[in-house]
C-alpha cells in the first residue's frame, strides 16, 4: 500500500514537501515515481529514483525546483517542491516499478493522490 500525503495550498514561490509511505518489507527493491495529473489533462511524469537512491530523473519542466529522495528505512519517498508555480497545480500519485523510468506504464503500482495547489 502506498500512502501520500503532504499536500496543500501555497501561494507561488512557496514551497511544499510530499510524502508516500509504503507498507511491506521490499520498499528498497523498488524504484519510486511521482506523477502529477491538472484537471483536463493527461497523467504525466514528474520524478522518479532507484530503489538505493542513487539515480533520481526529473520532468524537464521540474528540474532545478523539485527534488525526490528516500528513506528505505522508513519506507518512504518524498518530493521537495520548491519555488511552486501555479502550473505546478495537480493532484501529485506515487507509484512504484521495478526500474528507473519515466514511463507511465511501467508503474505498477499507485497510490491515492494529494492534491496541491498554487495561488498567483
Known amino acids: 500500500q502506498l500512502q501520500a500525503s503532504g499536500g496543500g495550498l501555497v501561494q507561488a514561490g512557496g514551497s511544499l514537501r510530499l510524502s508516500c509511505a509504503a507498507s511491506?518489507?521490499?520498499?528498497?527493491?523498488?524504484?519510486m515515481g511521482w506523477f502529477r495529473q491538472a484537471p483536463g489533462k493527461e497523467r504525466e511524469f514528474v520524478a522518479c529514483i532507484s530503489g538505493s537512491g542513487g539515480t533520481t530523473l526529473y520532468a524537464d519542466s521540474v528540474k532545478g525546483r523539485l527534488t525526490v529522495s528516500r528513506d528505505n528505512a522508513k519506507n518512504t519517498v518524498y518530493l521537495q517542491m520548491n519555488s511552486l508555480k501555479p502550473e505546478d497545480t495537480a493532484v501529485y500519485y506515487c507509484?512504484?516499478?521495478?526500474?528507473?523510468?519515466?514511463?507511465?506504464?511501467?508503474?505498477?503500482?499507485w497510490g491515492q493522490g494529494t492534491q496541491v495547489t498554487v495561488s498567483s
Open positions: 507509484a512504484r516499478s521495478m526500474v528507473v523510468v519515466t514511463t507511465i506504464r511501467q508503474y505498477d503500482y
Open positions: 511491506g518489507r521490499t520498499f528498497s527493491r523498488y524504484a
